[in-house]
C-alpha cells in the first residue's frame, strides 16, 4: 500500500514538473515572439548601420559605385588636414557650451518655480512644453523670420528702443548664438519637466527635516534639493551633451538648406553633422562622411562617460 502511495506521489510530482516546464517553455516562446521583431528592427536601423559606418569609413565609399577598396586610416588622418571639419568640430562645441550651461540653468529654475505654483502648475507645464512637440522645421523657420534684418521682428523691437539693427543669423559673430537661443526656447519644456519629475520624486521629509534645524532656503537647495536630483541631473546633461553634439535640424533650416547651403555664413554655423550631411550626401563621399561619424560617436561616448563618472563621485548620498 506504501509503495503505491509512493509511485503515485512520484507521477503527481513528475505530472507537476513537466506542467511547470511547459508553461516555462510557453512564457520563454511568448517573450521571443515579442522580443524578437523589436530586435530585428534595432539590429537592422541600429546595429547594422554601426557596424557598416565603420567599415566604410576604413573604403574609398562612395555612393552609386560597388568597388571600396581599403584605404585603411586615409580618411581619419584627412580629417586632422580638413579646415572645414577642423572649423565644424570647434563649433560644435561652442554650440554645446553655449547651450548647456543655460539650457540646464533655466530649465531647474523654471522646474522650482512651477513646483512653487500650486494651482496653476498644469498649465505651466503644458506652456512651456509646447515648442517641444511642435515642428523643428516649423518653428525653425518662423525663427529665422523673426531674426530677418531689414523686416524681423527682433530688430523691429530694438528700433522702438532707439537700438541699432543687428545682423543675427547674418553676422558670423552672432548666428551661431542666434540658433542657440531658439534651441534654448525649443527644449527648455523637455528639461523643466525631467526636473519636475525629479523634484517631485524627493521625499518631503528631508524638507521637514531641515527646516526644524533651521536651513534657509539656499541651504536646502544646495544640501538637500541638489544632491537628491543627481539621477535627474546626469539623465538631462548626458541627454543633452548627446543632442547638442549632434545638433542638426535648427542649424539646417535656419542657415540655409534652402537656396543656400547651410552652415553659413562663412561656415560660422557649420557643425560636425551638417557637414557630415554635406560630404555623404551631396558630395556622395560616404566613405569620408562615416568617418566624421565616427569620430563625433567616440567624442558622445567618451563624454557621457566622464560626466556619469564625475557627478556620481561628486554627489554620493
Known sequence: MAGGATAWTKRVIGMGTRTYNQQRVQQMLF?????????FIFALFWIYPIIRGFWGSFTLWRAFNPNAPFVGLRHYTGLLSDPIFLKALQNTFYYALLYLPAAIAIALLLALAVEAT???RGLFRMVYFIPVVTSTIATALIWAWLYQPAFGLFNQILQLFQLPPQGFLRST???LPSIVAYALWKNLGFHMVIFIAGLTSIDTSF???ARVDGANRWQTFWRITLPLLQPTMIFVLVTGVIGA????????V???????L???PANATMVVSVYQWLIAFRELELGYGSAMGMVLFVIILFLTLIQIG???TRWEY
Open 173 to 175: 559673430s552672432q548666428a
Open 310 to 312: 564625475v557627478l556620481r
Open 31 to 39: 517573450i521571443v515572439s515579442v522580443l524578437a521583431p523589436m530586435a
Open 118 to 120: 500650486s494651482g496653476l
Open 207 to 209: 524638507y521637514d527635516a
Open 262 to 264: 547651410p552652415g553659413g
Open 245 to 252: 553634439l549632434q545638433v542638426f535640424g535648427p542649424i539646417y
Open 254 to 260: 535656419m542657415s540655409g538648406g534652402g537656396s543656400s
